[in-house]
């Protein structure tokens, strides 16, 4: 037989495509101090700084922007809360070359923050700044008069890096707007060519009183108009709800007679029972009935309560407390205020002690309640033991009965005659 040879196998080409492998990619370490996203205002100028400054209620030390043309501005952090998961995609507005070379290069800068909080900057009042300096010691609060450029040397005092923004030997624009705030809560008197000022506390709080007109002229911010304006005016209901109760009498060994007088009697007694009922709640019900309401209307009070809301929120926002003090006797004075809070604090009262009557008759609803379900709590629990005490006796019963008597109730007993019938007597024969 010939021998044969087999070809040698073609060599396989090797798959030039790439690995579809899937690759996994490290996330870089977190930096101790990450970015912060910061919404600035529009032409600010290029000499704006974000500056430390204490804050001018609570002396803690805190970030502002400072701008030598516009003024301040203070951070308001905005943020989802926590159980609102939310994300945040900001990329910068790229022209058409931009994009194609950042597609080109493959690589584009970006960074995933954990806490995606936006400080947004808000104006704020240069005079705010300014009340420390202005006040000094409180003691002597509106005897010292000073310059324009001693009162902003005190406030650089308090923060260095405000000192490489604002100059008080050369005035410019920032230094022109806070000495116009220092003219509208200072009184001045004329020493040469020069003012000099010392803080009034009445102007101070005409010009707060002004300030929280303006904020309350759209209405305050929903989550503070809830809170503190429409809870507080909140009037409550007063009402009693009553359930309809009738009293059942039942017996099993009494007679048809007896039956119907107990169902008289008890029928008596619910009629009884429910009259008293009816009167007493009747009674209780106009005792605390919704009196006319002559302390005021219900817009009016809105309104000064808004205006009262908007006052304690900039004080205790931005005065500190020892000002805040002094301020206060002078809040309640109409004189100084032109604003009557009197009639706000009698509707506040009023709505008060409607509170404390809705309470008082909640509770006495509640007692009422509790009672009743007791009561009937006692009624299920007196019938759930006659009915165990019947089967039980019952029980008994059947155990006493002897096997004859048992087998003899099985006997099939249609159509004979009773024993009794053996021994009646006989008829009389005729």
């Known amino acids: 037989m010939a021998k044969t040879r087999s070809k040698p196998a073609a060599a396989t080409k090797k798959d030039e495509r790439g690995s579809t492998k899937p690759t996994t990619k490290r996330i870089d370490a977190s930096v101790p101090n990450p970015p912060h996203v910061f919404v600035l205002p529009k032409e600010t100028s290029s000499e704006a700084r974000i500056v430390t400054i204490p804050d001018p209620a609570t002396d803690i030390p805190s970030r502002y922007l400072v701008c030598p043309n516009k003024g301040f501005y203070e951070f308001t952090k905005v943020g989802a809360p926590k159980r609102e998961q939310r994300s945040w995609l900001l990329a910068p507005d790229r022209n058409q070359d931009g994009t194609e070379q950042a597609q080109e290069d493959g690589k584009d800068a970006g960074y995933v923050l954990q806490a995606p909080n936006m400080l947004v900057a808000t104006p704020v009042d240069p005079l705010c700044m300014l009340l420390p300096s202005l006040a000094g010691d409180v003691e ?10 001693d009162y902003l040397a005190k406030l650089t005092e308090h923060s260095k890096q405000l000192a490489h923004i604002i100059h008080p030997n050369q005035p ?7 000495e116009s705030r220092m003219e509208a ?9 020069e003012k000099m000022y010392a803080l009034s506390l009445p102007k101070l709080v005409k010009e707060l009183v002004s300030k929280a007109r303006k904020m ?6 929903a989550s503070m108009e809830d809170k503190f304006v429409k809870r507080a005016l909140d009037v409550p209901v007063l009402s009693i709800k009553r359930e309809e109760s009738s009293i059942s009498i039942a017996a099993d060994d009494a007679t048809p007679g007896a039956e119907s007088e107990s169902a008289s009697e008890a029928q008596s007694q619910a009629t009884d029972a429910s009259v008293t009922t009816v009167t007493s709640v009747s ?6 009935a919704l009196p006319e309401d002559t302390t005021l209307p219900p ?7 808004r205006l009262r809301v908007a006052l304690d929120f900039m004080l205790a926002s931005y005065v500190a407390p020892a000002i805040r ?22 509707h506040l009262e009023h709505v008060a002690s409607l509170k404390k009557q809705a309470q008082a008759l909640r509770s006495l609803s509640d007692n009422i309640s509790h009672k009743r379900s007791a009561v009937d709590d006692e009624e299920a629990l007196d019938k759930a033991e006659a009915k165990k005490r019947k089967k039980e006796e019952e029980d008994a019963r059947k ?3 002897s096997h004859g008597v048992k087998q003899l109730a099985k006997v099939n007993t249609t159509g004979m005659k009773k024993m009794s019938s053996f021994f009646t007597k006989a008829a009389a024969k005729k």
């Not at 309350?216 to 911010?221: E, R, V």
């Open 325 to 346: 003090s002094k301020i206060q006797p002078l809040l309640k004075d109409e004189t100084v205020t032109s604003i009557d809070f009197s009639p706000l604090d009698k």
């Open 283 to 288: 009674t209780a019900a106009t005792s605390v």
């Open 216 to 221: 309350t002229q759209k209405g305050l911010p």
């Open 140 to 149: 002597s609060l509106g005897q010292e008069y000073l310059a324009p450029s």
């Open 185 to 193: 809560v200072c009184d001045y008197m004329d020493v040469g060519d």
């Open 399 to 401: 155990k006493n009965t």
């Open 299 to 305: 817009s009016q009070a809105v309104e000064l309560l």
């Open 172 to 178: 410019g624009p920032l230094e022109k707007i806070m």
